[in-house]
DNA sequence: GCCAACGTTGGC
DNA sequence: GCCAACGTTGGC
């Protein structure tokens, strides 16, 4: 996979936690809701099947990366926006035009031991990540290689 | 719980 | 097309 790319999703784990995906039954789960255009686009253009994942908890204690993740469905029209009832329903999606997009995920395995925000920030290797620029919200953020490589190595993981 | 930063909306 | 108001995100 010459051009794989790297990515950094974040979620609130009182929402959806990564132990949640680890346990999903299908073993994958669809990632869904994202309502922000920016985030979209990478998801809907740049995504592809192998891509790697850092899951990150956002608003919790702590904030920390905890595992990896990978992508096993490219981007694909996002239904939850038609649903009325639906959390993430948006009353501008129609069905010729679903407006938004999501891709499927893995869980791949947990790091082992948290990498935590404040870690992060005291890297000078990860001091280019997106995560730790002020003001940046991205819940989709791309990561490079090499900042992959050098969470998974904080996480005490092996395996790659 | 607060609030800064940011994206979106809507009046003009 | 500008920009003030508003809602959300997410660290603190």
Do not use: C
């Not at 073993?27 to 995504?47: F, K, T």
């Not at 009832?85 to 948006?90: E, G, M, N, S, T």
């Not at 000078?124 to 992959?148: A, N």
């Amino acid at each position: 996979m010459p051009d794989k790319r790297y990515w950094l999703f974040k979620s609130e784990p009182s929402a959806y936690s990564f132990d949640d995906l680890m346990n999903e039954p299908d073993g994958w789960a669809e990632w869904d809701g994202v309502r922000n255009y920016q985030a979209r686009n990478l998801m809907r253009d740049d995504m592809k099947v192998g891509d790697g994942i850092l899951f990150y908890h956002s608003n919790a204690k702590p904030m920390s990366v905890v595992g990896i993740a990978s992508v096993v469905r490219e981007g694909y029209d996002d239904s939850h926006g038609l649903d009325p009832k639906d959390d993430h329903y948006d009353p501008k999606a129609t069905k010729e035009n679903p407006i938004w997009s999501m891709v499927d995920i893995k869980g791949e395995r947990a790091l082992g031991r948290p990498v935590t925000l404040d870690e992060i920030k005291l890297n000078p290797k990860l001091k280019d990540m997106l995560l730790i620029r002020k003001g940046m919200r991205l819940s989709i953020q791309p990561v490079t290689k090499e900042e992959f490589d050098e969470v998974i190595a904080m996480g005490g993981d092996s395996a790659n």
